[in-house]
Nanobody
Framework: QVQLVESGGGLAQPGGSLRLSCAAS????????MGWIRQAPGKGLEWVSD????????FYADSVKGRFTISRDNTKNMLYLEMNSLKPEDTAVYYC?????????????????RGQGTQVTVSS
């Protein structure tokens, strides 16, 4: 069974930074696109960013472009999200997600597995 375990969430001040990590196991990580999805309180799932299997391409939602950076290490089966210049509206549970193909996707329903999530709260 696919395992995705997120870590690195917490409380940050506006303008601050956090780095999320996702440890993947029980599938061949290097063959699949990966993404980060978030869910703010009282709202639906929102695609944040995705990266293809060999890190050759990555994409970002307009709301995080220029502030967040997605990366992966296929030798360690790890996915990362570097979050800078955090805003209160970034407050959400962040999920690591596995795509069905080698390419990531902005469509949340096209991810077949998600982790349990890590809470990010941005507040002064």
């Amino acid at each position: 069974q696919v395992q995705l375990v997120e870590s690195g969430g917490g409380l940050a001040q506006p303008g601050g930074s956090l780095r999320l990590s996702c440890a993947a196991s029980e599938f061949t990580f290097k063959f699949y696109g990966m993404g980060w999805i978030r869910q703010a309180p009282g709202k639906g799932l929102e695609w944040v960013s995705d990266i293809n299997s060999d890190s050759g391409s990555s994409f970002y939602a307009d709301s995080v472009k220029g502030r967040f950076t997605i990366s992966r290490d296929n030798t360690k089966n790890m996915l990362y999200l570097e979050m800078n210049s955090l805003k209160p509206e970034d407050t959400a549970v962040y999920y690591c997600a596995k795509a069905r193909t080698a390419w990531g996707t902005p469509y949340v329903n096209d991810y077949d597995y998600r982790g349990q999530g890590t809470q990010v709260t941005v507040s002064s």
